[in-house]
Nanobody, 121 residues
Framework: QVQLVESGGGSVQAGGSLRLSCTAS????????IGWYRQAPGNQRELVAS????????NYADSVKGRFTISRANAKNTVHLQMNSLTPEDTAVYYC??????????????WGQGTQVTVSS
């Protein structure tokens, strides 16, 4: 069983920063990708950023490139999302997601409970 625990959401003014953290525990395969997704009211859930298990490959949505940075501390199975220069358009519920792979085959998809990020103008 896999559990994802998120922290770090909150309210901030435009131009400010927040740091989200996600810690994974349980049956986590060595090959995995952890990502942050977000969903604003009335919108579909979208990928914000992701990072592979070795930390060598990252992926960002165009809307956050240059402002957000994803990193991971594998010893703690923890992923951080540093969010700078926040705008009201970044307001959403942010979800941590873990995708696991075994021998190159996708085997698991897990979600955290979500954490609210609110950016005021």
């Amino acid at each position: 069983q896999v559990q994802l625990v998120e922290s770090g959401g909150g309210s901030v003014q435009a131009g400010g920063s927040l740091r989200l953290s996600c810690t994974a525990s349980g049956s986590i395969f060595a090959s995995n990708v952890i990502g942050w997704y977000r969903q604003a009211p009335g919108n579909q859930r979208e990928l914000v950023a992701s990072i592979n298990s070795g930390g060598s490959s990252t992926n960002y949505a165009d809307s956050v490139k240059g402002r957000f940075t994803i990193s991971r501390a594998n010893a703690k199975n923890t992923v951080h999302l540093q969010m700078n220069s926040l705008t009201p358009e970044d307001t959403a519920v942010y979800y941590c997601n873990l995708k696991t792979y075994q021998s190159g085959t996708f085997v698991g998809d897990y979600w955290g409970q979500g954490t609210q990020v609110t950016v005021s103008s």
